[in-house]
């Protein structure tokens, strides 16, 4: 296989139409492939559900209407949210086993916003949010280290001296990345590359907040740590539509924010597994983690984390990637949707 | 004067309105108050000229091919790029002193990129790339300092020791900002905040190359200094429409691409002022910043580049920033323009 380009790779993520590429095309993707969803008495659209899901849903009418013409789903259950949310709640649990994404419930839920001051309007079961199109949040943290002269930098995980060659964007030392292999068993993206640690952010939890649990969950890398040295670069946003190496239904659309992180290590702290989740952590090289990347290695929304992270860290610079200002706004996609404000 | 929020400081800079918010008004707005710039044999819409620049500027029917049904000006003349240049010159040569903009001509020129490769079209004198609405590449870049003890941060810049109020995102340090006030003779933007050093790109100037030049010759950072510790950090991209504090001719579009670079500096190193555009160098809180940025008392492009630096150093947060989600994605507009492409 050709190797990808840095755009390519973001493209893979960021892979849902642009409205200016092709203006028939984006409208009639939407229309004809996909249902809109609405809540009663709010104008805007809060997701999209592939058509092909509709005859698969038992839509309670009393909840629920289902307009065939204008391709449209509208919650006509009143608020507040905790009202909505229990509503679409049960038409989830009426669904057969027919949709796979709905058999890894979770029992946590992801917030869905309103147009105005950043409202929840409801709530959506986290393995249902796909399905519905709506946008998702979450969190990514990518933790570094600066070479350090050869003598030191002799471990098991990068035991030659290559490190040399990577420059460090204006320090003299070159960075290297702390990458996560996912476990082989994982249901999405099995044995892909990763961030140091991510996650999902349930309603309630502020970006801060996962984070840290995620640093802990899934790196072994203790509260106390994370809070001194994290910091805190940004969000990556995209319009994704999930293909099948995502594992199940495929073709659904997942508008997403990430919020991304670093923290600098050195010494003696390293991350480690401390679940399933993660089947190995290894200090990556700059070089490494391209080669990755451009063989697609990466899962779709770490790799445009780490593209993110290589350019604010001046390792892909305007003169060593050809494609430098079409990159960044593909990483910083608007969303089209009604967004997350904090209040 | 209420003082504005950060996402209303973005905001105006990037401020052409987006298809998405009012496709109606994007498109009148367009097809109404301005005529498209073509080449001849290339499909692409390279800038917007005002209409009514229209009657005032002489277009030879030899070079110029002039639409009024379809809003279109479309140049002519043949390959290469050289050619076209020349004859757009000689047409901007003859334009009456009616046009404010075009009496600061300066004999040197931005590059116009076409769709495939980033092949450059033709070049156009600098002071009249606003007229034709192409886009246009600059450097920016933020000499920043990490906070030092009491006893060693009190100067004459700087004699509090406030400095522990604002925190630097993951370092125990405070972070303080370079931060330039431009001349108030200039032409543009007279007397307001700036970047540390800042400046167009002419054609054939890598932004490297650029930032270079800019830090030596707006702040008298000598290029030993500068290539050993400056940090490319991605670019900010928006649409603007030119208002009237930049002086001259308003209701100019404006697309640009920004290059944002940071440098860290100490002891006794310093920007200094070494030509007549700076007035004064000084190094600021980050709530002075702040404080500044909401009063609008920066020029628009440096302010976006301010914020984007406050993110990226965790300085603004989600949790601190209620519009956080919303103004990333507008420091990085895409722009539906053909860009540059490094070979």
Not at 170 to 187: D, E, F
Request: negative net charge.
């Amino acid at each position: 296989m050709t190797p990808n380009t840095i755009l390519d790779i973001v493209k893979e993520c960021d892979n849902f139409i642009y409205y200016a590429d092709n203006p028939t095309e984006y409208i009639t993707t939407l229309q004809t492939h996909y249902y809109a969803f609405k809540v009663s008495n709010c104008a805007s659209i809060l997701g999209y559900i592939p058509a092909s899901l509709i005859p698969q849903i038992p839509w309670n009418p009393e909840t629920w209407h289902i307009d065939h013409e204008s391709h449209t789903v509208t919650l006509t259950a009143p608020p507040p949210a905790t009202n909505r949310s229990r509503l679409l709640e049960q038409t989830l649990r009426e669904v057969g086993p027919q949709i796979s994404l709905l058999r890894g419930w979770r029992n946590e839920t992801f917030p869905v916003y309103g147009p105005s001051q950043g409202e929840v309007l409801l709530e959506i079961e986290r393995c249902a949010s796909a399905l519905f199109g709506i946008v998702t949040y979450g969190v990514q943290l990518l933790c570094y280290e600066r070479g350090r002269p050869a003598a030191t930098i002799i471990t098991r995980e990068c035991p030659s001296d290559e490190a040399a060659s990577a420059s460090g964007g204006g320090n003299s030392h070159p960075i290297k990345l702390w990458i996560a292999r996912r476990s082989s068993s994982k249901q999405t993206y099995p044995g892909m590359l990763d961030c140091t640690a991510a996650g999902g952010l349930p309603t309630g939890k502020s970006p801060l907040e996962g984070v840290i649990a995620e640093a802990l969950e899934e790196a072994s890398l203790p509260e106390s740590l994370v809070r001194t040295r994290l910091r805190a670069t940004g969000c990556v946003s995209y319009f994704h539509v999930r293909g099948p190496k995502a594992g199940g239904e495929t073709g659904l659309l997942q508008p997403e924010v990430e919020y991304t992180y670093e923290m600098e290590l050195g010494g003696a702290v390293r991350p480690s597994p401390s679940d399933e989740e993660v089947e190995e952590f290894r200090l990556w090289e700059v070089e490494e983690v391209l080669d990755a990347l451009r063989r697609g290695e990466f899962k779709p929304n770490s790799a445009v984390v780490v593209v993110d992270f290589l350019i604010r860290h001046g390792l892909l610079t305007a003169e060593n990637e050809r494609d430098y200002v079409h990159i960044l706004p593909r990483l910083h996609r608007r969303l089209e949707f009604p967004l997350c404000i904090y209040r």
